[in-house]
């Protein structure tokens, strides 16, 4: 009963091509998230969705595209990938945008490596 | 924006002994605290969250303590086993989460 699942978990391919994570939660949450820890293990978001809906893009670059068919699904496309994209990228999800009253609950991560 | 400073950032202990992890952080103006462990290779598992009009919250031989004052959490750890080896990590809420950078704890059999 994983409650965020992310797939895959690991990832590896060559620069300058195009990948997708998946991300799905089953614990009803409406809001979802994808965070990037890079290699100094610092997380950091990347995005978050609301109902569908995206709220927070903090200075993504445009190859990296989120989408949300549903409120419990929130897939993470990156295009033209280059060295730096190499990163562990986590989904999370929480009850609501803001009060969370139960906090976040994170996935697995998927280990993306661009060689 | 809010910044989250975690000291130390590394920390090795002999079994038994009990630890104290600090969090600092710039905005009081929060929703809740949420302390987290990351094992290598691992994901996150969330430990406590601390709502922001509490003062502590406890699990086990856990204890968080949340002082907006100050900017300061504190995250306790009573008895310290080898199996608590890991990263632990503190997130800001308002909004999103921010995180520290952790401190990495080794406790030595």
């Known amino acids: 009963d994983t409650a965020v699942s992310q797939t895959p978990k690991y990832l590896v391919t060559q620069m300058g091509n195009d990948k997708s994570i998946k991300c799905e939660q089953n614990?009803?949450?409406?809001?979802m998230y994808w965070y990037k820890q890079d290699s100094k293990k610092f997380l950091k978001i990347m995005f978050s969705?609301?109902?569908?809906?995206?709220?927070i893009n903090e200075t993504v670059p445009n190859r990296f595209s989120p989408k949300s068919p549903d409120k419990a699904h929130l897939n993470l496309h990156i295009n033209s990938l280059e060295l730096g994209d190499s990163a562990v990228y986590f989904c999370?999800?929480?009850?609501?945008?803001?009060?969370?009253?139960?906090?976040?609950?994170f996935g697995s991560g998927t280990r993306l490596t661009v060689v | 924006k809010q910044e989250v400073t975690q000291i130390p950032a590394a920390l090795s202990v002999p079994e038994g002994e009990n630890l104290v992890l600090n969090c600092s952080f710039t905005d009081s103006a929060i929703y809740n605290l949420q302390w987290f462990r990351q094992d290598p290779g691992k994901g996150l598992t969330s430990l406590l969250l601390?709502?922001?009009?509490?003062r502590e919250q406890t699990s086990g031989r856990l204890n968080a303590s949340l002082d907006k004052s100050s900017g300061r959490s504190t995250l306790y750890i009573a008895a310290s086993q080898p199996g608590d080896s890991a990263t632990y990590l503190c997130a800001l809420n308002d909004y999103k989460l921010s995180f520290g950078a952790g401190t990495t704890v080794t406790v030595r059999a």
């Open positions: 614990l009803g949450h409406d809001t």
């Open positions: 601390i709502q922001s009009s509490q």
């Open positions: 999370a999800s929480s009850q609501d945008l803001r009060t969370n009253l139960y906090g976040y609950t």
């Open positions: 969705y609301n109902n569908k809906e995206l709220i």
